[in-house]
Structure formats: C-alpha cells, structure tokens
C-alpha cells in the first residue's frame, strides 16, 4: 500500500528563548532513555541520556525531565541558538531488552530570529 | 578519533536486486547496530552486533541480514529488494552495546540512503 509521510510535529522559537521537547514513552519497563539530535543530512547525535531511577538530569544548556508515572519525558534548551535547529528524538531501552532502542517520531525544532 | 563511517552515502537499486552496506564502527567499539529511517516509521531497529554474532533482532523480514567482522567492521545485506526499502540506514557504534548494564552511548554514521526503483 502506499505509504503515509510522517508528519513530525514543529515547535518554533525565538533565538534566546528556552525550548521545551516533550515525549510520550511506550514501555513501562524501560529504564534507560536518550535524547537524540539529527540536522539535514546526518545521523542522530546523542545529546543527553537518563535512567529511571533519576527525575531530572543536565548537561551542558539541557535539561531532562522524566515523569514514570505518566510515562513522559522532556528536553528543555535553555537560550536556544540558530545551531538548535534539528529535529529531536526521544528513545527508550529496556535493561536487557532485545529489541534495541525504540524511538520516537521527532520534534521539529524551527529557531527563528 | 575517527566517527563511524558508512559507504557507501547513496545508492540506487532497482525492485528484485540485492544490495551490501558497509559500516566502519568507531575504533575499539565492539558493538554495531542497524536502524532504518523512513519518513513512514520514523527510526526503527533492525539487528545489533557484538563480537561477530547477532545478539538481537528487531522486527523485520529475513530479506534484511547483517555481519560483523573480526575488526568489528560490519555489513548488512537486503535480497530482492522492494519499493518500500527506501530509506536511509543508519548504522551505530557503541563499546558494549546499548542492552548493556553500562548503556554504553551510541554514535551515529551519516548514514547509506537507500532508493529502489
């Protein structure tokens, strides 16, 4: 049949703003779960990870947030930059799973001036 | 140190033909895995490497097989090829894996876009 392109959903921000990237996880019995950027024309680069034993975790201008009982997990770029643009990708691991990661759809991030 | 390499970065085939992708995995990592990306679904699994064998599969048909060898470098393989294996593979390397009790992180090759015909 004849297959649906995916429609990622867009967030667009001002540069200098803080941007916030939410995901909705699958499994409840994941515990490992990463953010991922990819540009035009490249692979994902992993950009921050965190385990379910943990609620928030940061790095360098991010910070993820976790909520295990809603089974949702977010990305926030503080003073987004022209560089942010990308889309974003959530992914989730079970510890000892077979089936790799398991990713979300993406997030459009659109950095206007 | 050198990044993941993937070769080649395009390639078109045509419905029925097979078609060889090459990954060369960051130097001392022994863990290879295999994504494929399409607009449809988005990034979904297809198999991991480790030390030469195939520790885990995701879900797809036998048309789609992988290698791996000595030096960890890997390959991977899809016979008779369809119109829906249009995609861009992606192929990631990791010291121990990522279904490892350490989560070893993953780095990304720029990927092979794939297009049948």
């Known amino acids: 049949g004849e297959s649906v392109g995916l429609h990622l959903p867009t967030l667009s921000v001002q540069e200098g703003d803080n941007s916030i990237i939410n995901c909705a996880y699958s499994?409840?019995?994941?515990?490992?779960f990463i953010w991922y950027k990819q540009e035009s024309g490249k692979g994902p680069q992993f950009i921050i990870d965190?385990?379910?034993?943990?609620d928030k975790r940061q790095g360098q201008r991010v910070t993820v947030l976790l909520n295990k009982t809603v089974k949702h997990l977010s990305l926030q770029i503080a003073a987004t930059q022209p560089g942010d643009s990308a889309v974003y990708f959530c992914?989730?691991?079970?510890?000892?799973?077979?089936?790799?990661?398991?990713f979300g759809k993406g997030t459009h991030l659109i950095i206007q001036p | 140190k050198a990044g993941v390499t993937q070769t080649p970065r395009y390639l078109i085939k045509t419905r029925g033909q097979q078609v060889t992708l090459s990954c060369s995995p960051i130097?001392?990592?022994?863990?290879v895995s295999w994504y494929q990306q399409t607009p449809g679904q988005g990034l979904q699994f297809l198999f991991e490497?480790?030390?030469?064998?195939?520790?885990n599969k995701g879900n797809f048909p036998g048309r789609f097989s992988g290698r791996q060898f000595s030096n960890s470098r890997s390959e991977m393989n899809v016979s008779t090829l369809e119109l829906g294996d249009s995609a861009l593979y992606l192929c990631?390397?990791?010291?121990?894996?990522?279904?490892?009790?350490?989560?070893?992180?993953?780095?990304f090759g720029p990927g092979t876009r794939l297009t049948v015909l």
């Open positions: 990631a390397s990791s010291l121990e894996g990522v279904v490892s009790s350490s989560h070893n992180e993953q780095f």
């Open positions: 499994n409840s019995a994941s515990d490992y």
């Open positions: 965190i385990r379910s034993n943990m």
């Open positions: 992914a989730e691991n079970m510890e000892g799973g077979a089936d790799g990661l398991t």
């Open positions: 130097s001392g990592h022994r863990s």
């Open positions: 490497y480790f030390s030469e064998t195939q520790r």
